[in-house]
């Protein structure tokens, strides 16, 4: 079995790095119901229902002054969050294993405290259209 030690969570607008994350949790939720026959207790068929993928991270910084620079409004509504993990062969450097791509986040809830230095130090959760494994 694979050790994996390592990973890095980013946070892109446009394909450009305004923040990182130190702990990221992402949840997907298929909707997965049963479905049954008439008269029968045994389950026909598993179908899926609507996608709905939500999560959170701890810890996140965003450069306030950057992001103020690309969406001209210093708030962070829409963003991708991409995440990297290195497989760890005992002996070895680190290689790169997966990457997990979050598309079009929102945030969900969530406190924003702005210090004199401009960056953002803070938990959030958000909801995000899609996901792919990269």
Wanted: charged residues 20%.
């Amino acid at each position: 079995m694979p050790v994996y030690k390592g990973w890095n969570a980013k946070i892109l607008i446009d394909g450009t790095e305004v923040g990182k994350v130190q702990q990221v949790r992402i949840d997907i939720d298929h909707s997965l119901e049963a479905y049954f026959e008439a008269g029968n207790r045994s389950t026909l068929q598993i179908v899926e229902g609507p996608m709905n993928i939500t999560g959170s991270f701890k810890r996140a910084w965003v450069d306030t002054t950057y992001l103020s620079l690309i969406s001209g409004s210093g708030s962070l509504s829409s963003f991708d969050l991409y995440i990297q993990v290195w497989n760890k062969p005992p002996g070895q450097s680190p290689s790169f294993a997966l990457g997990l791509y979050v598309y079009d986040c929102k945030f969900s809830k969530g406190t924003i405290t702005i210090p004199q230095e401009g960056v953002l130090t803070e938990d959030y959760t958000f909801i995000a259209k899609s996901v792919a494994v990269v």
